[in-house]
Nanobody
Framework: QVQLVESGGGLVQPGGSLTLSCVAS????????MGWFRQAPGKEREFVAA????????YYGDSVKGRFTISRDNGKNTVYLRMNTLRPEDTAVYYC????????????????????WGQGTQVTVSS
């Protein structure tokens, strides 16, 4: 059993910043990539960012490049998403997921290849 718990969401004004955290626990190996996705009402789940198991490689969706940064602390089993220059269109529920450890890390933007998900944390960008 794997558990993922996201936190750090909230209400922020346009141009502001937030940092999301995702703590993983349970039956996880030591090598697993992770990603962040988001879903706004009435829209499909959208890829935000992904990071390799050792943090050496990071990938971002086009809409967040240059504004968001993904990082991880394996000693704490935690992945972070630093979000700067937030816009109203960033409003969504943000989910973290564990990428399938049996697959090469080349389909990181496809949510179907993630095995486990957290419950999500709401981010609202509004004045």
């Amino acid at each position: 059993q794997v558990q993922l718990v996201e936190s750090g969401g909230g209400l922020v004004q346009p141009g502001g910043s937030l940092t999301l955290s995702c703590v993983a626990s349970g039956r996880l190996g030591t090598i697993y990539a992770m990603g962040w996705f988001r879903q706004a009402p009435g829209k499909e789940r959208e890829f935000v960012a992904a990071i390799s198991w050792n943090g050496a490689n990071q990938y971002y969706g086009d809409s967040v490049k240059g504004r968001f940064t993904i990082s991880r602390d394996n000693g704490k089993n935690t992945v972070y998403l630093r979000m700067n220059t937030l816009r109203p269109e960033d409003t969504a529920v943000y989910y973290c997921g564990v990428y399938s450890p049996t697959l090469p890390f080349d389909r990181y933007s496809d949510s179907r290849f993630y095995d486990h998900w957290g419950q999500g944390t709401q981010v609202t960008v509004s004045s």
